[in-house]
Each structure stands twice: as C-alpha cells, then as structure tokens.
C-alpha cells in the first residue's frame, strides 16, 4: 500500500499489500491493549466523516482509530448538515475539503461514490460501504480474524452465506480471501446472486449443507431487507431453514473452524441466536480488530510514508 493515496476497493490491493497491512495492524493492536492506546502517529492531521448511510461500528471504529492515532476529527452528521437543503454530494465535499482535511471517510448508498469523490479533493478518500460495491476495511478486518486464528490463509476454504446479491461486504471477501490463496464459495439461492458472477474467483453453490462439513470459515451475511425491491425468499423462516446458520448445521462444522459475520446480525434469520453465541463465533473478536485494522490503514494512507520498518518504530 506504500504510496498508495485512497482504499476504495479490495481489487486495488495485492498480496503483498494486503500482508504489509496486517503486519501493521499487529503493532496497532498492541498499542490499542496499552493503558493509555494512543500514539502521537497522525498528530496535526484532520479528518472528515461523510457517512451518508447508517452505521454503528464502521463509523465508531473508525473514529475510535483515528482518536488513538492523535488525528482531529471534523464531525458531520448528514442528517443536520445542508445536504437537507439540498447540496450536492460534489459542493459538500467541495465544502470540506476547503476547510482543509487530509482525509476523508465516506459511506454512500451509491456505488462508486467514493471513486468519484477522489475528483473533487486532495484529501486522502477512504471507502466505508459504497453501495452494493464495496466495504475494504471490512474485509481487512476479516483477514486479520481470520489469520490471528488459522495461520496461512492459503488453500483455506470460506463459505459465504446468503444475501450475496446486495452485499459489498461479499464482493470484498471474495476478492480478499481469493488474493491470500483461499478458495472461496458463495452459498445462496439464485434470487440472492447477482445476475452474472463471470470473473469472479469464487465457486457457487445453492446447499449448504453440502459444504458445511468441510469448510474452515463459515461466514454469514446479513438479509439486506432495505435494499430488497421484491420479495427474494418465500418467508425469513424458510429462508433461516435453508440458508441460516442453524445449531443443527453448526454441530456438524470442523471443530477448528470459525463462525464470520459482519454486522449487525439478523438472529434467527442468517444464524441461529445460540450459534452466534459460540466460542467459535468470533464475531465480537471482527470487531475489537476492525480498530486496530483501521488504525492501520488511516496511517498508511495519511501517515509519513516511511517504510514499513521505520513505521513499526514509529507507533513503538
Ligand atoms: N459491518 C458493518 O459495516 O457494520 P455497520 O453498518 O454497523 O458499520
């Protein structure tokens, strides 16, 4: 990622890349479990928060990031700003990039928002959700899970779960997990794929069951109900019978393998309430790493651009 200025998408990142990032985020980690976790690393640094849709722990971790790394943080609710009075999405960042920032972290419903917000600033943009496109850090934060529990991710198999259509947080997956060599199954029925999965490095099936015994990670996606135009599912109920996580199909799972998802869960729709409770769900875990991973890539971007050496003394 060295030199790199945005993180809009996972396809922008290579392996190396990738390594490099949750090499960092091991030295963030450790900083986030000192008494005082904070480091003068983004010290003078401003950034700005555009989250144009919900959101609990992307726009939390982010900013808990960004307070552990001494940057300010210049806050913006959508919902009390003059975008209810009609500026556009250009004249808003127009509008904060002219009060000068160095960064800015942006979620929107449109898909490729963040690309085009890259036009319009200096500032470093760095993707939280766009659309049905993509979550880059989410799926950062999957991987460093993923391998703080199983090594190598290398020749691992991932099964991604239910509601792939509308989600980024599975576009982003397939694409991370695939790059560190692991082999990548989405599981849904057909009205929950998009309509062509041509070029992408995954293999498809609609059962389970047919591969919950074998899998290393099982990595539910929640049921996009406000991004449904129809109904994809007959009921919630059939759908959890067939697709969810049920306690049933956990028993079966490797003893070793993990239980993913990204949040917020539908209990009882993608998983069952007690599964999500089990030692091998590492749900809470996603979280807690979703800072430290985040540190990492708001210091990458805005940080000295000093190898990645002189960047690990720099947070000692
Ligand atoms: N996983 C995730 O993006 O959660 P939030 O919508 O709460 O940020």
């Known amino acids: 990622m060295s030199g790199m200025q945005h993180l809009l998408s996972m396809a922008d990142l290579d392996r190396d890349d990738i390594e490099q990032l949750l090499n960092l985020t091991d030295s963030f980690a450790e900083v986030s479990a000192r008494q005082i976790p904070k ?13 144009y849709e919900d959101s609990t722990r992307t726009r939390l971790s982010f900013e808990t990031a960004a307070k552990r790394l001494s940057a300010d943080s210049m806050n913006f609710s959508v919902g009390s700003s ?30 490729g928002a963040p690309q085009r917000i890259t036009q319009w600033t200096d500032a470093c943009v760095v993707n939280a959700g766009d659309g049905w496109h993509q979550h880059p850090t989410q799926a950062l934060l999957d991987l460093y899970t993923a391998a703080h529990h199983l090594g190598d991710l290398d020749g691992r198999r991932i099964a991604i779960v239910g509601d792939i259509k509308h989600s980024r947080v599975a576009r982003s997956n397939a694409i991370g997990f695939a790059t560190m060599g692991a082999d990548v199954t989405f599981v849904a029925p057909r009205t929950l794929l998009p309509p062509s999965l041509e070029g992408w490095p995954v293999t498809v099936t609609h059962d389970l069951d047919e591969v919950i015994g074998e899998v290393d990670i099982c990595y539910l996606l929640r049921m996009q109900l406000e991004r449904q135009e129809q109904s994809v599912v007959p009921t919630l109920r059939e759908f959890h019978e067939e697709y969810g996580l049920t306690a049933a199909r956990a028993a079966r799972m490797r003893d070793d393998a993990l239980i993913m998802h990204p949040g ?16 091998n769900a590492v749900i809470t875990e996603q979280v807690t790493n979703g800072i430290a991973v985040r540190m990492a890539v708001l210091y990458l971007l805005l940080g000295s651009g000093l190898d990645l050496v002189d960047e690990r003394a720099h947070v000692a």
């Not at 869960?265 to 030692?279: K, L, Q, S, T, Y």
């Open 39 to 51: 480091v003068p690393a983004l010290r003078g640094k401003t950034i700005a928060w555009l989250f």
């Open 82 to 111: 003059s975008i209810n009075k009609g500026e556009s999405l250009r004249d808003t960042v127009e509008t904060i990039s002219a009060m000068g920032v160095d960064g800015i972290v942006v979620r929107h419903r449109g898909a």
């Open 264 to 279: 917020p869960m539908n209990r009882g729709v993608e998983i069952a309430g007690e599964v999500a409770d089990r030692p």
